[in-house]
């Protein structure tokens, strides 16, 4: 199941119940509500790395009129990345029998950072938002995932299990000047970059089962926790215009999307559904959210307006679908 000796104990979860060792959460992607099984390499019909896109059926094609949205689903028989347009088709990016997860735009929108085991062990990859001229920026024995750009585009930020166990890292887009950012015992995750760059948002696994939610700057220096609440509080993602934060959390009993001011004040709650509502990503204006819900019955993507309310089925397949976000451009 895991890639790494030295990561071996139980590190958590992301979600309800998702992924026991980083090397799962890395090639499976997170699962809000089920720990998805390790992918096997020797599974599935060998795919093309550059295929073309193929459509297949959503959910409300109207749920959103700007911009596009990459996600990951397990639609076609194994994790891969999509993309939909607003008003438009859904497009498999991937292709690949290996585990493709964690889709996240370059600031421009013609490029996709993802997480993949497709060469063996989770490392992260670089295509164009077409799926074309998929490039490895990452290579490690240990596991990497949760890509996540710099809004000047120079840099990735990323999760590796490299030193024993998960902390953040930052890789210029040319693979070079890989540089530590946190030194902790306990794992950290999701690292996403605030819209001007300063600062570095990223939850950390306390004990297994409560994870606060932290702010750095970009060097890592000027470490703040932005959470103090024994529930599970996860993957924090910065409105365009910075002032707040989203994030997702079991605080109220089940997983709701909160928001909270980007000092980790005024924490307000934007769902209320008995059902996991995780994985929050902001509209490129913020006038809107999308999320993975399981109200109607397993993981499908969703928009809701800023405030919570309006909530549309974007997705509409019995298997997984998860990690939405969001660019305004996608223009190759
Ligand atoms: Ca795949
Ligand atoms: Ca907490
Ligand atoms: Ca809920
Ligand atoms: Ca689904």
């Not at 992260?124 to 000047?152: C, H, Q």
């Not at 890292?169 to 693979?175: A, F, L, N």
Request: hydrophobic share 35%.
């Amino acid at each position: 199941m895991s890639q790494n000796a030295a990561l071996t104990a139980t590190i958590g979860r992301r979600g309800r119940a998702c992924g026991l060792v980083l090397a799962a959460v890395l090639a499976a992607g997170c699962s809000a509500t089920s720990p998805n099984p390790p992918s096997s390499l020797s599974s599935g019909v060998p795919g093309s790395a550059v295929a073309s896109p193929v459509a297949s059926s959503t959910g409300d094609a109207a749920a959103f009129t700007t911009g596009a949205i990459a996600f990951q689903s397990e639609r076609d028989g194994n994790s891969e990345i999509y993309v939909v347009h607003a008003g438009g088709e859904l497009l498999n990016l991937t292709h690949n029998p290996a585990a493709d997860s964690q889709p996240a735009w370059s600031p421009d929108g013609t490029q996709i950072a993802f997480a993949s085991d497709r060469d063996g062990n989770p490392e992260i990859y670089v295509m164009k938002s077409d799926g074309s001229a998929t490039t490895r920026l990452t290579d490690s024995p240990a596991g990497e995932g949760f890509p996540a750009w710099s809004p000047d585009g120079t840099q990735i930020a990323f999760v590796s299990d490299r030193d024993g166990n998960a902390e953040i890292y930052v890789v210029k887009t040319d693979g070079s000047a890989v540089t530590r950012l946190t030194d902790d015992p306990n794992n950290d995750f999701a690292p996403i970059w605030s819209p001007d760059g300063a600062r570095i948002g990223f939850d950390r696994d306390e004990d297994g089962v409560n994870f606060e939610i932290f702010a750095m700057s970009a060097d890592g220096s000027g470490e703040v926790q932005l959470t103090d609440d024994p529930a599970s509080d996860q993957s924090p993602t910065w409105s365009p215009d910075g002032s707040q934060l989203a994030f997702f959390s079991d605080r109220d009993g089940n997983f709701e999307i909160y928001a909270m001011d980007a000092n980790g004040g005024d924490v307000i709650r934007l769902t209320d559904d008995p059902a996991d509502d995780v994985s929050p990503a902001w509209s490129p204006d913020g006038s809107q959210l999308a999320m993975v819900s399981t109200r109607d019955g397993n993981e499908e993507i969703y928009v809701m307006n800023a405030d919570g309310s309006g909530a549309v089925r974007l997705t509409d397949d019995p298997a997984d679908d998860g990690d939405p976000t969001w660019a305004a451009d996608t223009t190759p």
